[in-house]
């Protein structure tokens, strides 16, 4: 309650004549005053409004003043409560400052100017206790939105910790691969490094290269099987088995039209993971598609994820290419010597021996 506001002060006394001379007492005094002449009365008005302090009479029939301080004591546990009795019993008192919490016993007759004071001072611990009861709920707020905001903090931390690991995972998985271009190898034994490697960086459970062909579409050239992690490539007469369902062909087909990765969370039946497709191209051209999933786990790849099996597809390009570059020297070498085979030697001066 704020100090601008006048406190009420809630009396109660079976006595008309006790009840008037207090309310004329404090209403002097600019504050609310609520009278009731029983306590069952009382208990009514304490439900209905803020208390700021209680004054009641001891002695009343049905409800005495100790029962009725203790019942407002659960209803109103801040509010201040004043004793007024004529009789000077111990265990009255006893029981009243026990059960019902009184903070102030005053006997009848009372004098006004230390009432007055009483209540001021009363009066003035309940704004004190109240601040501080605010002071405290501030506090307890503000340390929940730190704690909040603590956590927020930490998981921020986890998530760029696990972004920066994931990073320096696929850089060391594409410097395995570009050290491995610098030697010679079969296509087969570079594109299984490729399939191996984005496996152990994503945590996959199946990746597949397919090598697109004029003729036939998609022809699968390397895999990685469920869980094989660290497991070697599957390449070759162990392929043919490998066929693609409707809806990983419907993906092919929009992948290689629109040459952007493609991601299928949904697939619509419970025996097909979620999966995704990259495509493998040089320049304009499409030299082949990856295709990767997580059927364990059945999480749909993350846009993190996608990006850096499009990163490795990259390398697959620049392996695939390069095999194409040499087969086609292969066969321009076997042209040009079947057609000097066929010419015949030559004299050194230019005819025919």
Known sequence: MSTATPHIILIVDDDPLVLSALRRLLLREGYRVLAAASGTEGLELLRNNEISLIISDQRMPVVIGAEFLARARLIS???????????????????????????????KPWDDGQLRLVVRQL??????????????????????????LNAELEERVRERTRALSFKVRELEGRDRIAQHLLTVHTLEETLGLVV?????????????????????????????????????ATTGAELAGLEPSPLHLEAFAQVGRERRPLRVADTGSPLLPPFAVVPVTRGDELLGLIEVDKRWSRQPMSKEELEAVASFALQAAVAIRDAQLQQTYHTWKGQLDEVLREAGPLDPLGGEL
Do not use: W
């Open 123 to 148: 009066l003035d611990r309940f704004e004190l206790e109240q601040h501080n009861r605010e002071l405290t709920e501030e506090l307890f707020q503000k340390n929940e939105a730190l704690q909040v």
């Open 196 to 232: 191996q490697v984005i496996c152990e960086v994503l945590g996959l459970d199946r990746a597949v290269i397919y090598l697109h062909e004029e003729v036939g579409g998609m022809r699968p050239v390397v895999a990685i099987g469920l869980r094989a992690k660290k497991g070697v």
């Open 77 to 107: 546990p801040y509010s201040m409560r004043i004793m007024l009795t004529g009789y000077s019993e111990v265990e009255t008192l006893a029981r009243a400052i026990n059960e019902g919490g009184i903070h102030f016993y005053c006997s």
